[in-house]
C-alpha cells in the first residue's frame, strides 16, 4: 500500500525578488549627475516606524542614496509631542530645491489627519505616491504623465491622455507614480507568474481572481483597481461588505458617439457590490492578498482554493500557520520590495523635476 505525502507550498521571501530591482536602481543611479536626496521624516515613537526609518537608511547607504532622517514631535524630544511639527518640516522640504523625495511615517494621529499630511507633500517630492494626483491617475487607468500636470488643475474629461497600449511612455510624458506597497504586490505578482507576458500590457492579468481582504486608501482600495485595470477580476473584501473590481471595456469604433460620450474615461475599473460571503470569495481565487493590520485576524486555510498564491502584507501574518497546505506559494512580507518601488519613484521624481 502507498501513503501519499503532503506536500507543503512554497515558502517564497522577498530577496529573489528584489534582486532585479537592485539591479536596476543601482544602474540608475550610476547614470545620475548626483545621488537623488531623500528626506524621512519621522515623528512620532512608534517602534515600527523607527525600525523603518533605520531599514530605509540601511538600504539607502548601501546603495549611494543620500538618506536624511528628520526627527520631529515626540521623536525629537521627550518634550514635545507626538506628531509635533510634522507638518512644517513637510512645507519646508517641499521648498528646499535640493531635495527630490519626501516620505513621512505613517501613522501619526490617525487616518483623517494623516490623509491630510499626505496631501501636504508636493507631488513632486511624493515618493509614496499616497498624494491625490496620483490616486487620481492609478483610478483612472491613466498610467503616462507629463510632469508639469503634477502642479496643474485635475484635467477635465476631455483632456485625458491618449490611452496606449505599450510600456513606454509616449514621447513628453513619464510614467505616474504608483503607491509603493500595492505596486510592490503587483511586481510579486509578475514574478511568480500570475500576471502573464504574452497578454498585452494592460491586460496580463486577465482570467484571474484576485481577493483583496481590506480596503484601506494607502494599500486594499489602489491594489484592487491597479490589478483590475490591468484584467482580473477583483473581490475587494472589507469589515462591511464585499465589492467586485472589474475592467470596464475597451470601446470599438463601430460604438455610436453616444456611447463614446458616456464613456469619456480610459478603459478602467468599475465597481459592484457583491453577494459572495468570504468563503465563497477565497474558493474561487487564484490569489488572495490579505493587509488586515490586527495580530488575531487570520483568513481560514480550510477556506482556500488548492493551489491559490497568498500574500501577506500586514505587519501581523493574516494566514494560519498550516497556509501552505492549501497554498502552492506563500509570500509573508513584502517590505523588501517596498523599498525598492519608493527608491524607483525617487529617481523617477528625480528625472521629473529635472524636465
Known amino acids: 500500500m502507498v501513503t501519499a505525502v503532503a506536500r507543503k507550498g512554497l515558502l517564497l521571501k522577498a530577496d529573489p525578488i528584489t534582486a532585479a530591482f537592485r539591479d536596476e536602481v543601482k544602474s540608475s543611479l550610476a547614470a545620475c549627475s548626483r545621488p537623488p536626496k531623500l528626506v524621512g521624516i519621522l515623528a512620532t515613537t512608534a517602534a515600527p516606524s523607527s525600525n523603518y526609518a533605520e531599514f530605509t537608511r540601511k538600504q539607502c547607504d548601501e546603495l549611494g542614496v543620500n538618506f536624511v532622517l528628520k526627527k520631529v514631535g515626540a521623536a525629537a524630544s521627550p518634550d514635545l509631542g507626538e506628531g509635533e511639527g510634522v507638518e512644517e518640516a513637510i512645507i519646508e522640504a517641499n521648498e528646499d530645491p535640493s531635495i527630490h523625495g519626501i516620505m513621512v511615517y505613517f501613522p501619526i494621529f490617525g487616518a483623517q489627519q494623516d490623509h491630510y499630511l499626505q496631501q501636504v507633500v508636493s507631488p513632486l517630492k511624493d515618493v509614496e505616491g499616497l498624494h491625490f494626483k496620483f490616486h487620481y491617475n ?29 510600456e ?13 506597497t500595492p505596486l510592490a504586490i503587483v511586481k510579486c505578482l509578475e514574478f511568480v507568474g500570475v500576471y502573464n507576458k504574452i497578454l498585452p500590457y494592460g491586460d496580463r492579468a486577465y482570467g484571474k ?4 481582504i481590506n480596503r484601506s486608501e494607502v494599500v486594499g482600495r489602489p491594489l ?18 464585499i465589492q467586485e473590481y472589474t475592467k470596464r471595456p ?18 478602467r475599473h468599475v465597481v459592484h457590490p457583491s453577494t459572495l460571503t468570504l468563503q465563497e470569495c477565497l474558493a474561487i481565487s487564484d490569489v488572495v492578498v490579505s ?4 495580530p488575531t485576524y487570520k483568513v481560514k486555510t480550510e477556506w482556500l482554493k488548492d493551489g491559490c498564491i497568498c500574500l501577506n502584507v500586514a505587519a501581523d501574518k493574516n494566514f494560519e500557520k498550516d497556509v501552505r ?30 524636465l
Do not use: W
Open 138 to 166: 492609478l483610478y483612472h487607468n491613466i498610467r503616462f504623465i507629463e510632469p508639469k500636470s503634477l502642479l496643474a488643475p485635475l484635467p477635465s474629461l476631455t483632456q485625458l491622455p491618449t490611452v496606449t497600449e505599450t
Open 168 to 180: 513606454e511612455p509616449p514621447a513628453g510624458t513619464v510614467k505616474s507614480i504608483i503607491p509603493c
Open 209 to 212: 481572481t484576485i481577493t483583496v
Open 224 to 241: 484592487a483597481a491597479l490589478l483590475a485595470n490591468d484584467g482580473a477580476r477583483v473581490i475587494s473584501v472589507d469589515i462591511d461588505s
Open 250 to 267: 475597451k470601446l470599438s469604433p463601430n460604438d455610436s458617439s453616444e456611447s463614446v460620450t458616456a464613456q469619456r474615461y480610459h478603459p
Open 291 to 294: 493587509a488586515v493590520p490586527s
Open 325 to 354: 497546505d492549501k497554498a502552492s506559494i506563500y509570500i509573508p512580507a513584502v517590505g523588501k520590495v517596498t523599498i525598492f518601488m519608493l527608491l524607483r519613484n525617487l529617481l523617477r521624481l528625480q528625472q521629473y523635476q529635472e
